[in-house]
């Protein structure tokens, strides 16, 4: 009876925190377009691009150990789906092909490389960014005869709304995995993978999808990202710059905890937006020593931090709260 | 077809002989500091740059620069192990741990040189005209200072092998390559030995970025290339062999000459395709243990 009661006290609880996250992510999507400057969507926008590619590539990248630089990669297939078909399809429509495009592409990849292993799977995904930047580049400019192509416009609120629910769904899924039993066998393969594998967990599949996952949110990111732009090239597409900063946010913001990426990726794109259009140079400077000093000292990072501070204020007594 | 056919080769060994050299550097950094250094190219950059200034500022001869960069470089990247990489080594659970980390520390390096460099030389495109007299090499003309680049790459390459093979130091890093632990436990100081061939990396990149200053123009973003480059020849020679990337810097610039003669929009492209291909087929490359 006791346990019942308390049951029940949890589900009530956890109704009653989903429907304060829906009110807020509606208010957030309907409520809040009609009061912002375009610059503060505008803004919005990227901030929540950034949070989507940190936290889809801490999806896979965080628990496994695997160091993907892919994340440009999927994230320019994405910006070419829009080039190529964004006046053939509906908006929606051309995200969700973007997205799937970037997760084929990840299915490719992740069945050639299952048998690398540690930096040897960094670099080959370091090559592939730079592999069909190049490939692009030669075929636009020997068979379309130009170096770019122009993006169908969209109105900034929508690209917000649209860049709100890719978040919105990307947080979720990183969620569910994490509490999930994938998570946990995502978790005994980043510690001993010929392990994890003797258990019974099957690697391969789960890596693969996991790793499909995660591409599916950058490229549809990409995909309504690239109607901000209007016009775009293999060089801007692939940035392989692209692929460094979630890398950083991630390890800066902290994968022990679901948010540290979040704060990690909201922190930075904030500093970007301030910084980079007047000075571009002391924001890639600082934006290096933090990510050294990040990797030296701060193994967990901000979130490891906080934790910390809060078990020594609390004295150790609400340590997992 | 004689004339055309020569023209190829020798453009591909001259091409060759850099990539040989930039190559060289990473290599002993992996191979032994087992850092994949992806800052390496901004060396290649600093080397660059700063022969450029001083050759059109202080009209110093572009040779006598290695002697200048060089040093500097080198005491650069010992000091670099020391505080940065030396402490990742200690701090990092595994071997693997701390390859990935001193990877990822090792982009922060390549975001704060190549930045404190835009701020002291400016995003500009630079270059000079030093010895750019055509020689004649039966039939086809090359520049002489792109035949100074070649005899400079094998002669650094040549004497950096014999230091490897032939002195005291050179037996103690290949020691230390081999297994860490047990040559510390013979008495080789390891730290010494990692900061050494930290350093001799750097001074090699900065002596290659003064070769590629003499033929190619030079700038602040330049390093990336170099590094994607070099990074190539070292998985096509094999992960940390030194002998391997000699020979892969050859091949990989008889590839992309013959591919430019075909199709100059390829090249790039071709080099990604071969690297991709062989990290599938044969990731541990042509000499690999």
């Not at chain 1, 670099?123 to 069909?132: A, D, K, N, S």
């Not at chain 2, 950096?160 to 860490?180: E, H, N, S, V, W």
């Not at chain 2, 047990?182 to 990396?201: D, P």
């Amino acid at each position: 009876m006791n346990k019942l009661t308390l049951k029940s006290k949890n589900f009530l609880e956890l109704l009653l925190r989903v429907i304060v996250l829906l009110v807020v992510i509606i208010g957030m999507a309907y409520v809040l377009p009609n009061y912002a400057s375009v610059y503060e969507l505008l803004l919005l926008s990227a901030i929540f691009m950034y949070i989507v590619l940190t936290s889809s590539w801490v999806m896979f990248s965080g628990p496994t150990g695997y160091i993907s630089l892919a994340p440009a990669a999927f994230f320019g297939v994405g910006i070419y789906v829009a080039a190529s078909q964004g006046m053939n399809m509906p908006l929606l429509v051309v995200v969700l092909v973007g997205g799937l495009a970037s997760a084929g592409l990840a299915l490719l990849v992740g069945a050639l490389t299952l048998r690398l292993k540690g930096i040897y799977f960094a670099i080959f995904t370091f090559g592939l960014v730079e592999m069909i930047k190049h490939l692009l580049l030669w075929y636009e400019i020997k068979f379309t005869g130009t170096r770019g192509r122009f993006v169908v416009l969209v109105d900034h609120t929508t690209v917000y709304q649209i860049m709100l629910a890719i978040l919105v769904l990307t947080l979720l899924t990183a969620y569910l995995i994490r509490r999930s039993r994938f998570g946990m066998a995502l978790q005994s393969i980043g510690e001993q993978e010929e392990a994890a594998q003797h258990i019974g967990i099957n690697v391969t599949l789960l890596k693969v999808s996991v790793f499909a996952i995660s591409a599916f949110f950058m490229g549809a990111a990409g995909t309504i990202m690239a109607t901000r732009w209007t016009y775009v090239d293999p060089y801007i597409a692939f940035d392989l710059n692209r692929s460094f900063t979630p890398v950083l946010m991630a390890i800066f913001g902290g994968m022990g905890q679901p948010w540290g990426p979040v704060l990690g990726a909201a922190i930075f794109a904030y500093l970007e937006e301030l910084f980079i259009t007047e000075f571009p140079y002391y924001y890639m400077l600082i934006f290096g020593i933090i990510l050294t000093i990040s990797v030296l000292y701060l193994p967990n990072g901000l979130a490891g931090l906080i934790q910390k501070w809060r078990t020594r204020a609390t004295g150790g007594k609400d340590a997992h709260s | 077809m004689i004339v055309t056919f020569l023209d190829i080769v020798i453009a591909g060994l001259l091409l060759g002989g850099l990539y040989a050299l930039i190559s060289m550097g990473l290599s002993l950094q992996y191979g032994v500091a087992r850092v994949l250094n992806i800052s390496h190219g901004e060396f290649i950059m600093l080397g660059g740059l700063t022969t450029w200034m001083l050759y059109t500022v202080f009209d110093i001869n572009p040779l006598l620069c290695l002697a200048i960069c060089g040093p500097i470089a080198f005491i650069l990247g010992y000091g670099i192990h020391r505080t940065i990489f030396k402490r990742l080594l200690a701090t990092s659970p595994s071997p693997g741990i701390f390859e990935s980390n001193s990877m990822l520390a090792s982009f922060g390096l390549l975001f704060i040189i190549q930045n404190l460099a835009q701020l002291s030389w400016g995003p500009e495109i630079r270059g000079y005209s030093y010895l750019r007299v055509p020689v004649d090499l039966g039939g086809a003309l090359f520049g002489a200072n792109r035949l100074i680049t070649l005899g400079f790459a094998l002669l650094i390459g040549i004497a950096f092998y014999i230091f490897l093979t032939k002195t005291r130091m050179g037996k103690a890093i290949r020691a230390a390559a081999q297994d860490p632990s047990t040559a510390g436990l013979l008495g080789v100081n390891i730290n010494r030995v990692l900061a050494l061939c930290f350093g001799l990396g750097a001074a090699m990149a900065a002596c290659a970025g003064m070769l590629v200053s003499m033929t190619y123009p030079v700038h602040t973003i330049m390093g990336m290339e170099y590094t994607v480059i070099a990074i190539i020849v070292v998985v096509l020679g094999g992960l940390g062999s030194i002998p391997g990337s000699f020979i892969g810097g050859f091949i990989l610039g008889l590839i992309g000459s013959i591919v430019t003669f075909f199709e100059p929009g390829l090249a790039l492209a071709a080099y990604y395709i071969i690297f991709i291909l062989l990290l599938l087929l044969k990731p541990t490359g042509l000499m690999g243990k």
